[in-house]
Nanobody, 120 residues
Framework: QVQVVESGGGLVQPGESLRLSCAAS????????MGWYRQAPGKQREVVAT???????DYANSVKGRFITSRDNAKNTVYLQMNSLKPEDTGVYYC??????????????WGQGTQVTVSS
């Protein structure tokens, strides 16, 4: 009931920046909290940043001070500005959106993922 589509991944060198976008859409559900997760080869998926529909953000310690997430509620779109990228930021980045009829009953929806590679 919720479609989630990410874009903006690619190959960059250490120290460079990249911006990811994620659009969530639904004809039946409201969109609530959204977030970014990543999965490196051989590792579990981990949270990178989250943002509520009220704009409250939270970040993993590993990206604090370098990544910024923002949101356009009118478009149900979130962004992840990634600065000072490091090789350890490499992975598939997934967007998550919570959708539901009301805030008390929400479901998780995931995008297909976008590859970010940081390498010299």
């Amino acid at each position: 009931q919720v479609q989630v589509v990410e874009s903006g991944g690619g190959l960059v060198q250490p120290g460079e920046s990249l911006r990811l976008s994620c659009a969530a859409s639904s004809s039946t559900y409201n969109i609530y909290d959204m977030g970014w997760y990543r999965q490196a080869p051989g590792k579990q998926r981990e949270v990178v940043a989250t943002i509520t529909n009220g704009g409250i953000t939270d970040y993993a310690n590993s990206v604090k001070g370098r990544f910024i997430t923002s949101r356009d509620n009118a478009k149900n779109t979130v962004y992840l500005q990634m600065n000072s990228l490091k090789p350890e930021d490499t992975g598939v980045y997934y967007c998550n959106a919570e959708g539901g009829k009301n805030y008390n009953i929400r479901y998780d929806y995931w995008g297909q993922g976008t590859q970010v590679t940081v390498s010299s």
